[in-house]
């Protein structure tokens, strides 16, 4: 701990001894140069590639909330014309109920299970 102490005071003589010069006007400060401020710039390949990812970012709105309401209620209306135009689809009263074809499967498949023992195909 006290070589560690040693070392801080023996590092620090120089500083202070420097500071000792500048306070005596012997030695002018160095003057702080500031970074120049780099603005961000965006590599494109063509005109296309510009037009279509535009400036980067933050990038800028291409349609306003107003158009963009008029864009959404054009498509829920045309949606909608849409859905009645088609002709409504006649759904069985139940679908529990068995029809004659689905039984006819049902048993097919039946049948096909009792010849077709698990285990006995590849």
């Known amino acids: 701990r006290s070589e560690e102490e040693l070392y801080n005071i023996n590092s620090e003589l120089p500083m202070l001894e420097h500071m000792e010069k500048l306070r005596g006007g012997h030695v002018k400060p160095t003057p702080v140069i500031k970074p120049k401020v780099l603005k961000p710039f965006i590599l494109v390949k063509s005109e296309l590639q ?18 963009y309401y008029e ?52």
């Open 50 to 67: 510009k037009q279509v990812f535009g400036a980067g970012f933050p990038s800028i709105p291409t349609v306003t909330l107003d158009e």
């Open 71 to 122: 864009q959404e209620l054009r498509r829920v209306v045309e949606e909608q014309e849409r859905q009645k135009a088609q002709p409504q689809a006649v759904e069985p009263e139940d679908p529990d109920e068995e029809t004659e074809e689905s039984l006819q499967k049902a048993r097919a498949w039946d049948d096909w299970k009792d010849t077709h023992k698990k285990g006995w195909g590849n």
